[in-house]
Structures are given as structure tokens and as C-alpha cells.
């Protein structure tokens, strides 16, 4: 049976930065980290079946639904924002680490949620780690700097007509062992293709069966 635990810290600025862990009755040596978009948050399609394929492959699931589209962060700069995402992140995942053992972590990022992948690999995980960059933020030096630099297993998958696909950089990023890529023809920033419903969910089914092998 599937458990829904809805948690919250305060995190950044003191700000309520909401979570939720969802579990079995079977404990899990396995964790996957769901790091939404701006908007684009964990129950869209991308994250939605994302977090059904890791949990039927017996994974806990920590979704952490920030919400920096809220007026809460109607002041805040760029830059801010991107601390406060590290700073969130990190505070969560250090408190479900503390809480739980795992051995094995992947961590799953789209859009602003690659920011927080980024940052993560800077620490020294003692646990085997994987990551899954969606549509990640190729205009940002820290995002690419970090999938050139990662010695970890990768997923890379991005649409040619995203306004965050740089071709020259991820021309670069072709080069690093471990990460495996998928380049979807005239899919934007959503991995949809504009005006095309039936095309838009073969792109779908695709990103789930790389999540599957993956």
C-alpha cells in the first residue's frame, strides 16, 4: 500500500517550503528525488510518471514542492532564487537522510529543479547516485559546469525548440561518459510539441520508457 507523507519545512528567508515522501509498506533502501520546474510542478506529466515509474520499481519518492511562483518571491532577484532553491533542497534532502538510510538516490530535476541537481553534486553522497536532467537550463554555466564535470550515471533529455537548448553546449556535453542524451525534434520547454496533442504524448511515452531503462 502506497503511503502519503505531506511535510514542510521553513526554509529559506523562513519561508514554508512544502514536501511530500511517498512510500510502501515495504522499506526501501532507494530514494528518488523529484526537484520540479517554476512551474511545472510534480503532479505534470513529466514528474507525474516519473515518480510512478521509481516508485513501482520500489523506490521512496521525496517530492519537494517548492513554490517560487508564489508572491512570496515576487522580490526576489535571479540569483536569489537560486539560493533559495540550493538552500531549500539541501535542507530537505538533509532531513530525509537523516531520517531514513538509503544506499541507493536518483535525483530527478526539470527546468529551475536542474539548478538544485547541480548544487547536490557538489556534496559527497556516501550513497550510489544517479541524476536525470529534464529540459536542463543550458543558459546557466553551474548546470552545464556540472554535467561536464559529473562522474555519475546521467539521463539527459531536452527539446531542440526549448529557448534553454543551446546547441553549442550541448554539443560540448556530448562528450561526457555516463550520461546518455535524448535530443527531441521541435519539442519546447515542456517536451511538447506546439499544436500536436498525439504527438506531444508519444514524447511522453518515450521519456517514460528512457525513465525505465534508465
Known amino acids: 500500500m502506497v503511503q502519503f507523507q505531506r511535510l514542510s519545512i521553513n526554509g529559506y528567508n523562513d519561508l514554508t517550503v512544502p514536501y511530500t515522501k511517498i512510500t510502501s509498506d515495504k522499506p526501501s533502501a532507494k530514494l528518488a528525488i523529484i ?14 510518471y516519473a515518480t510512478s515509474v521509481y ?22 532577484t535571479q540569483e536569489e532564487l537560486s539560493t533559495a532553491i540550493q538552500s531549500d533542497v539541501r535542507t530537505v534532502i538533509d532531513r530525509t537522510l537523516t531520517a531514513t538510510a538509503y544506499s541507493e538516490i536518483c535525483l530527478i530535476g526539470k527546468s529551475l529543479g536542474t539548478i538544485a541537481i547541480a548544487s547536490e553534486l557538489k556534496r559527497d553522497f556516501t550513497q550510489s547516485v544517479k541524476a536525470v536532467w529534464l ?10 559546469d556540472a554535467i561536464l564535470q559529473s562522474k555519475i550515471p546521467g539521463l539527459c533529455i531536452i527539446g531542440d525548440k526549448d529557448p534553454c537548448f543551446i546547441k553549442e553546449r550541448f554539443q ?12 527531441i525534434p521541435n519539442a ?4 511538447d510539441l506546439a499544436g500536436d496533442i ?15 531503462k534508465f
Open 198 to 212: 498525439t504527438g506531444s504524448i508519444e514524447i511522453l511515452k518515450k521519456v517514460v520508457n528512457e525513465l525505465e
Open 35 to 48: 526537484l520540479p520546474g517554476l512551474g511545472y510542478t510534480a503532479q505534470a506529466p513529466l514528474l507525474f
Open 188 to 191: 519546447d520547454h515542456s517536451l
Open 135 to 144: 529540459t536542463p537550463l543550458l543558459q546557466r554555466e553551474d548546470v552545464t
Open 172 to 183: 560540448m556535453l556530448l562528450s561526457v561518459a555516463n550520461l546518455t542524451f535524448m535530443l
Open 55 to 76: 516508485s513501482k520499481r520500489g523506490f521512496d519518492v521525496l517530492q519537494i514542492n517548492y513554490q517560487y511562483n508564489t508572491s512570496d518571491y515576487d522580490s526576489f
